[in-house]
């Protein structure tokens, strides 16, 4: 690429946000490794790195050596020029988060999830957000993108939920419209589960493996999908709801139709009707059932259930291929259960895939929505000028 002393406008939006982008990527950086990579000249970048440390985007980062003993200037992205916000929507609870560009946490929350659902709970993830501001003091301008992780799936087209059985109200709203009007900023909105993946991807067991699936097993049953070291969604969102594999109860049946064979057949709900149809104590929770540790017929119950997620897992790996299975959930996460799946599977398939409990735990959603954000904060930086605050933002100088 040829100098440009004075580019039009447009054109410098473009440029400045592909340095800062590289930055991103790559940084800590120097202005001539910057050059290399931008095609840019080292005139134009000292005067593009400039206007960014000005604007509050850029810090030096230290020195490296060069040939000789010369020695070059680094640069990084300042973490705090810009911040995104991350929730996991739960039936029972909120987990949410403000995050800077490192992907640091800065103000994190968990309160009860607005019973009342609908336009509650986008009130309520405002209200949250606004709390974390206050909390940590950063300006609400400062916030340039939010991911929410929903218990549903949402259409990539319409960007309609479907499928939220334990939230009401959810279905009949443009949540992602609504929480863009209420917060000032983009909203991205996802399957929980499938943030759960993106979360393993970031900061769990799915860390450099490109085919992986995340199972969650809890009050019902789901999983994220990433192939090829994307996040798999499929025509209508629906990619990765496995509870309506035909396995565990018959899928013609009305009574498994609603929430799907499988999940009828291993949910909780499920799990306590196995354990009290074999005479066990009525009315425990699945938490108290796998505290039973000397309890024959608990013994049996996760057998049953390790043997029917065993066979859905060959389903799984015949159409996806993973090289690992990540577990979380309530139940997912119990290792009573993922030892006697893992002991079931060489059983059922020649080459069974490796099998862990996620270290994130109930975390793994909220990562997800905070790499998410950061991840469509990257893109962003790419858009045709004017399409996203950001890009008005990198170009205004806007404070935070």
């Not at 949250?128 to 990539?156: C, D, F, N, R, Y």
């Not at 389903?315 to 002991?343: C, K, N």
Request: net charge negative.
């Amino acid at each position: 690429m040829t100098d440009i002393a004075t580019p039009a406008p447009f054109t410098r939006q473009i440029i400045t946000r592909t340095v800062l982008r590289a930055i991103f990527e790559h940084g800590p950086i120097s202005r001539a490794e910057l050059a290399r990579l931008t095609g840019l000249s080292k005139q134009s970048m000292s005067e593009i790195v400039r206007q960014l440390e000005s604007e509050g985007w850029l810090r030096v980062s230290g020195r490296t050596q060069g040939a000789i003993g010369r020695s070059a200037v680094t640069y990084e992205l300042e973490p705090h020029r810009a911040f995104v916000f991350g929730a996991d929507v739960g039936g029972t609870k909120i987990h949410a988060a403000l995050a800077d560009l490192a992907g640091d946490i800065i103000a994190e929350t968990i309160e009860p999830t607005d019973p009342r659902g609908g336009e509650h709970i986008a009130d309520q993830l405002a209200r949250i957000e606004t709390a974390l501001l206050q909390q940590s003091g950063i300006a609400k301008t400062a916030v340039e993108m939010g991911v929410i992780g929903i218990p549903g799936a949402i259409h990539p087209k319409t960007r309609r939920l479907t499928m939220v059985p334990n939230i009401a109200g959810l279905t009949e709203l443009a949540l992602e419209d609504g929480l863009r009007d209420r917060l000032g900023h983009d909203i991205l909105i996802d399957n929980d589960v499938n943030l759960a993946a993106l979360g393993e991807q970031w900061l769990g067991d799915g860390r450099n493996i490109d085919n992986f699936v995340f199972v969650a097993l809890g009050t019902g049953i789901g999983m994220g999908i990433i192939n090829e070291g994307r996040l798999i969604h499929g025509a209508r969102g629906g990619a990765g709801e496995i509870s309506t594999l035909p396995l565990g109860a018959d899928p013609f049946d009305p009574r498994s139709f609603a929430a799907g064979a499988l999940e009828s057949a291993i949910g909780s709900v499920a799990i306590r009707g196995r354990y009290e149809a074999l005479g066990g104590t009525p009315g425990l929770t699945v938490r108290d059932m796998f505290e039973r540790k000397d309890d024959p017929l608990v013994f049996m119950v996760i057998d049953e259930v390790a043997r029917i997620v065993a066979t859905s897992l060959v389903a799984i790996a015949a159409v996806v291929d993973p090289e690992r299975i990540i577990f979380g959930g309530s139940v997912g996460a119990r290792p009573e259960l993922v030892e006697r799946i893992i002991s079931h599977l060489p059983r059922c398939m020649p080459a069974p895939p490796a099998c862990s409990i996620s270290p994130l735990g109930s975390k793994a959603g909220l990562y997800g929505a905070i790499a998410a954000a950061l991840d469509r904060f990257r893109r962003t930086l790419f858009e045709i000028p004017g399409h996203s605050e950001l890009a008005k933002a990198s170009m205004a100088g806007k404070t935070s």
